[in-house]
C-alpha cells in the first residue's frame, strides 16, 4: 500500500506563484512515473505535467512555460512549481503515481488533492 500527500495549495492572486508537493510512502520496490492533475468544477480530470523515473517531462498546453515538474528520488517526493498563475488555473490539484512491487507488479496511486485558488 502506498499513501500520497499533497501540500502547498492556497490562495493567490493572478500572477502569483505556488509550489505543490507530494511525497509518497509505503512499501513498493520503485516509483516510475509521477504525475499531477487538476479538475476544475464542471470539468473533467486533466493532466497538467508528468514526469518519469529517469526524469522526462511532459507538459499540458495550458501551463507549458509557467509550471515546472521535478522530483526527489531519495525522498520520493515530485513537486509542481506554478508561477505567472491565472483565474484558470483554478482547481483541485491531485499528484498520482505509478509504483512497481517486489512482484513486479504495477499499480497505480492517487493523493487526495488540493486546492489551487487564483483571483483576479
Known amino acids: 500500500q502506498v499513501q500520497l500527500v499533497e501540500s502547498g495549495g492556497g490562495l493567490v492572486q493572478a500572477g502569483g506563484s505556488l509550489r505543490l508537493s507530494c511525497a509518497a510512502s509505503?512499501?513498493?520496490?520503485?516509483?516510475?512515473?509521477m504525475d499531477w492533475h487538476r479538475q476544475a468544477p464542471g470539468k473533467q480530470r486533466e493532466l497538467v505535467a508528468g514526469i518519469t523515473s529517469g526524469g522526462r517531462t511532459k507538459y499540458a498546453d495550458s501551463v507549458e512555460g509557467r509550471f515546472t515538474i521535478s522530483r526527489d528520488n531519495a525522498k520520493n517526493t515530485v513537486y509542481l512549481q506554478m508561477n505567472s498563475l491565472k483565474p484558470e488555473d483554478t482547481a483541485v490539484y491531485y499528484c498520482s503515481t505509478e509504483v512497481t512491487d517486489s512482484g513486479g507488479y504495477s499499480w497505480l496511486y492517487w493523493g487526495q488533492g488540493t486546492q489551487v485558488t487564483v483571483s483576479s
Open positions: 509505503g512499501t513498493f520496490f520503485s516509483i516510475n512515473r
